[in-house]
């Protein structure tokens, strides 16, 4: 059984930083990508940023230039690095991931609990 675990959200004022980590656990052969999504209330679930295992990254234009995702293959970790936060990132933060438990599984998709980040004054 995999299982995705978040951390690191909480309350920040406009313009402060956080770091989300999101470490995968279980029986694990491999992970591809991993991505970032958040859920504001009352709106879609969307991505905010995702990686590929040999680490090329892309983001959500509202985030570009702010956000920095990044990974550790040996922790099996994913991160989001968010700067220069703004009222409207408020959300809940998932983390998601493809992993294979063995080598001659099929990749699955996983998600975490999610992550409540709130910025405000």
């Known amino acids: 059984q995999v299982q995705l675990v978040e951390s690191g959200g909480g309350l920040v004022q406009p313009g402060g930083s956080l770091r989300l980590s999101c470490a995968a656990s279980g029986s694990i052969f491999s992970i591809n990508n991993m991505r970032w999504y958040c859920q504001a209330p009352g709106k879609e679930r969307e991505l905010v940023a995702h990686i590929t295992s040999g680490g090329s990254t892309n983001y959500a234009d509202s985030v570009k230039g702010r956000f920095t995702i990044s990974r550790d293959n040996a922790k099996n970790t994913v991160y989001l690095q968010m700067n220069s936060l703004k009222p409207e990132d408020t959300a809940v933060y998932y983390c998601?991931?493809?992993?294979?438990?063995?080598?001659?599984?099929?990749?699955?998709?996983?998600w975490g609990q999610g992550t409540q980040v709130t910025v405000s004054s």
């Open positions: 998601n991931a493809d992993i294979k438990w063995r080598l001659a599984s099929a990749w699955r998709n996983y």
